[in-house]
């Protein structure tokens, strides 16, 4: 009788052990998940930073987009999904010219709204560009390229 409750006592201690095991693993999983998210790629940000003169009382980053690769529907995919980060799609259509690299166009002058435009879809800082025209009323235009698929939205 002694020995069945030896084994017992060792089988409790055994689960214990297991079970404080697998709940260190989770917590770490999600310590190192919360890190990564917070320091190495922090969310993205649609508002307009303060430093930054702003028109129309502007609170938030607004965009035009132009499909320039002739994929239909590329253009309404990044839309929905600008919006669902904040950011203002005030129009999308198609652009006259094919390209094969996507990039940003700052239209204000304004690097740092251009910056988190890109940011968002994952275009790399040296495909920003800037072609100031005050007449469009936003700070960016997005001109999506053959290398969509290399762009958040569209990632699998």
């Not at 989770?26 to 028109?55: G, N, Q």
């Not at 010219?97 to 790399?124: C, E, H, M, P, W």
């Given at each position: 009788?002694?020995?069945?409750?030896?084994?017992?006592?060792?089988?409790?201690?055994?689960?214990?052990?297991?079970?404080?095991?697998?709940?260190?693993?989770?917590?770490?999983?999600?310590?190192?998940?919360?890190?990564?998210?917070?320091?190495?790629?922090?969310?993205?940000?649609?508002?307009?930073?303060?430093?930054?003169?702003?028109?129309?009382?502007?609170?938030?980053?607004?965009?035009?987009?132009?499909?320039?690769?002739?994929?239909?529907?590329?253009?309404?995919?990044?839309?929905?999904?600008?919006?669902?980060?904040?950011?203002?799609?005030?129009?999308?259509?198609?652009?006259?010219?094919?390209?094969?690299?996507?990039?940003?166009?700052d239209?204000?002058?304004?690097?740092?709204?251009?910056?988190?435009?890109?940011?968002?879809?994952?275009?790399?800082?040296?495909?920003?560009?800037?072609?100031?025209?005050?007449?469009?009323f936003?700070?960016?235009?997005?001109?999506?390229?053959?290398d969509?698929?290399?762009?958040k939205?569209?990632?699998?």
């Amino acid at each position: 009788m002694r020995k069945s409750k030896l084994k017992i006592k060792l089988g409790r201690q055994h689960l214990n052990y297991v079970i404080i095991g697998f709940l260190t693993l989770i917590v770490t999983i999600m310590a190192t998940s919360f890190i990564l998210r917070v320091a190495v790629t922090p969310p993205v940000s649609a508002t307009i930073d303060s430093s930054i003169e702003k028109s129309n009382s502007q609170e938030v980053i607004q965009v035009n987009i132009l499909n320039a690769c002739g994929v239909k529907g590329l253009a309404s995919k990044a839309k929905e999904f600008l919006r669902a980060r904040g950011f203002d799609v005030v129009e999308i259509g198609n652009s006259d010219l094919l390209t094969n690299n996507s990039q940003v166009i700052d239209r204000l002058g304004d690097g740092k709204s251009a910056k988190q435009v890109a940011y968002a879809l994952g275009i790399r800082d040296t495909m920003i560009t800037s072609i100031i025209d005050s007449n469009m009323f936003l700070r960016a235009t997005i001109v999506i390229g053959n290398d969509f698929q290399e762009l958040k939205p569209f990632r699998n």
